[in-house]
């Protein structure tokens, strides 16, 4: 115990301690290293934020390594900091290889800029997503079909990236897809990843138009070993399930100009007893998602 107290003693007491203090400033190098540090800790998240902290760290180690060099002449000041400037230095270099091994052709940049950098998914999530859809964009040509009413099988999931979609139920309009809005989602959240089924309504394209598609086994298989990537996805769709919705809810009227509101299911029934009842959306059957509800009109009839 006696040693271990002479020690700390030695450590703290024997050091000779500063009388004077210099009077003179240090360089302006020091002082810009100085700087450097203090922005470059202030530095973000993600890629860029890793190229932002290196970049501006390893900067600051190289004007202390100048300073000790020319200023202080002390080998071991210089040496330290030469060799953190050389680890940021690799670290810059890494980063920035994996930036670019992870950059998009230009319409999945500008899928990501739109729809997924604004949740705060990364580069890298990002690119285990492209992967699946094998980086491909699928042009559908206007009047041609995406799908046939009791004919295509709900074999993918779609993200429409141009142009827009028409969909209609037995020759009737229901509603536009419009970009970044999914193609399928309705048939998607209507079957088990076991099950199989086929669409029950008709999609046109109204103009040329641009489209991600993913195959059902291989997103599921994705879901799989990236649970984040499934919880991403699943609340995708349930907001652009709900937006279709929404739109239906804008075309219908339930009697004597009051408009039938999905939030509302049994509104109607108190106010408008006179009204036919109007079978709620919650109420569909599985599989068909789309239809509008029973005894509603649309309001240009």
């Known amino acids: 115990m006696g040693e271990n107290g ?16 210099k009077q003179e400033a240090e360089g302006s190098i020091y002082h810009l290293g100085s700087i450097l540090f203090v922005v470059g800790f202030m530095g973000g998240s993600g890629f860029f934020g890793l190229l932002y902290v290196f970049s501006l760290l390893g900067l600051g180690f190289l004007c202390s390594s100048v300073w000790a060099w020319l200023d202080v002449c002390a080998a071991d000041i210089f040496s330290w900091n030469f060799i ?19 950059s998009f052709d230009r319409e999945f940049q500008e899928l990501y800029s739109a729809l997924f950098q604004p949740l705060g998914i ?6 285990k997503i492209v992967l699946c859809c094998d980086a491909e964009v699928v042009t559908l040509e206007k009047e041609h079909c995406y799908a046939m009413q009791g004919k295509t ?6 993200l429409l990236i141009s142009g827009r979609i028409r969909v209609t139920v037995d020759g009737e309009f229901l ?9 399928d989602s309705p048939e998607w959240d209507s079957l088990r990843p076991t099950e199989e089924g086929i669409f029950q309504v008709t999609l046109t394209a109204e103009t040329d138009c641009r489209y991600v598609a993913w195959r059902r086994k291989k997103l599921y298989l994705l879901f799989a070993k990236h649970r984040f990537i499934s919880r991403l996805f699943s609340v995708l769709i349930g907001c652009d399930i709900a937006e279709k919705l929404y739109a239906l809810n804008d075309r219908v009227q339930v009697g004597q100009g009051f408009r039938y509101d999905i939030r509302l299911p049994n509104f109607y029934h108190v106010s408008l007893p006179e009204t036919p009842r109007v079978q709620p959306p919650h109420r569909l059957q599985r599989g ?12 240009g009839s």
């Open 6 to 21: 002479s020690f700390w003693e030695s450590l703290i007491y024997a050091h000779p301690t500063c009388t004077t203090w």
């Open 84 to 102: 953190l400037f050389a680890i940021c230095f690799v670290q810059f270099i890494y980063v920035t290889y994996q930036v670019r091994s992870v």
């Open 122 to 127: 990364s580069l890298t999530v990002y690119r």
């Open 153 to 158: 099988p709900i074999d993918k999931l779609s």
């Open 175 to 183: 509603h536009y897809i419009f970009p970044l809005q999914f193609l």
């Open 288 to 299: 068909s998602p789309r239809r509008k509800p029973v005894g509603a009109t649309d309001c």
